[in-house]
């Protein structure tokens, strides 16, 4: 229904005529008004509580038409909400799994260039840095009243499509790595505005709940990619990764055209005030979002993309050592990618599919992960909203109750590899109870403690984490290859993570002590 009112092929909505007619009326009893007091319209401009009362009175204002709009996103049906939900999870996957669908051809596409191992990993370096750039960008721009979150979905998957088709035809190393990178960029919508979509549509008290899930999604999409880009290499050679990652952007961008609606409240309020201003031919017509927008420069919209994250990055404590935190983690997930063929291909002599089931053991992770997290938020985080008792530091007991597992995870997966093959897929399981849910406290204790910035504390988490992902790949086989042995291939490289993660499992428990004391005195905290 979106895509046809884009291009203008459908009736307006019964809303339309509610709203114009209510607005119509409105308008002709402030008219009277107008004449009987003689009112200057011009006169106390400079009070604030009185613009906002005169911006809700005005009849020209467009707004929900009342608290049970069949608009709103929050008063759909449950189906359509299942629906939008996993679409927004499909895409998530599928662009998300371009990043490691690569891995297993990588051998083939160094052999056939004719370059080494470093330059083989920058196509996926440079695919994790792009998607983590883009946030930066496509944040904000999704939050614009006039742009709003669906049709950055479209776009973007439509061109990340037709870069596949390069990506499976390209004759040269160069023109590989930069396709890869503008993938990279082009993928990242989902991952920075999913979570998003998931609060439009779903009430607040159970947002977590469906973040959550989403993020199950998001962690696995990953880990499946090798496995599927395995059976490729072995079935048809390298480049029908990328065809088959075409077919499935292909699917999915027919499916979000056909039945994905816009979900970003201001948005839908600008697309009705547009219906009226183009029925109606009164430009008057406006609503909350576009008066503020109307306010701000592209020099205020520019700084709030590029500058404000690095500052609040520096003057926050916060928000850099979470930064730095979850970089880590992120970084040692990527790293993994370097790690299995040393372990499963060179150790237990798996082939490519086989040491692609070996990534699995994430996916049981996230299982295990998703319902931690469900039984912290009914029986922690619910309770102490009920009783107003709640703090923003609460979700970081989670953080606290889990941070062990991390470097227990890199200790085990980096001794054991050689004794049983199934003791590191074990140690993938108490990886991912740790990420997951650090992801999950984290970015909910900074949304909270930084509502008004929440976009710029996520892009600069974001950039730290995708830089960190970049640069760890790269190094990884010479680090496992000079700090390892022959017995043990990956135990001091694994190791020596593992000690960065015991001291960075310190961070929770600091700002849950210290944290509201640095919120008091914060200029960008709530």
Known sequence: VDTLEYFKLIKISPNF????????ASIEEESEKNAEENIDLERDTDSSSQEREEVENDPFLVDWNGPKDSEHPLNWSKGKKAVIVFEVMLLTCVTYMGASIYTPGQVEIQEEFGVGHVVGTLNLSLYVLGYGLGPMVFS???????????????????????????AATVKNIGGLIVIRFISGVLCSPALATGAGSMGDIMAPEIVPIFIGLWAVGAVAAPVMAPLLGAAMVVAKGWRWIFWLLLWLSAGTFVMLVAFFPETQHNNILHRRAERIRRETGDNRYYTKQELVESK????????????RPFKLMVLEPAVLAFNVYIAVCYGTFYLFFEAFPIVFIGIYHFTLVEMGLAYLGFCVGCIVAYVVLLVFLAKVIRPKFQNNSFTPEAFLLLAMGVCWSLPLSLFLFGWTAGVHWILPIIAQIFFVLCVFNLFQSTFSYLAICYPRYMASVFASNGFCRSVFACAFPLFGQAMYKNLGSEKYPVGWGSSLVGFFSVALAFIPFVFYKIGPSLRGKSQYAN
């Open 296 to 307: 701000i420069s592209f020099k205020e919209f520019a700084i709030e993309i590029t500058a």
């Open 140 to 166: 904000p721009l999704s939050e614009v009243a006039s742009i709003g979150r669906q049709q950055i979905y479209m776009w973007t998957l439509f061109f990340f499509a037709i870069f596949q088709i390069g």
């Open 17 to 24: 005529e509610s709203q114009r007619s209510q607005s119509l």
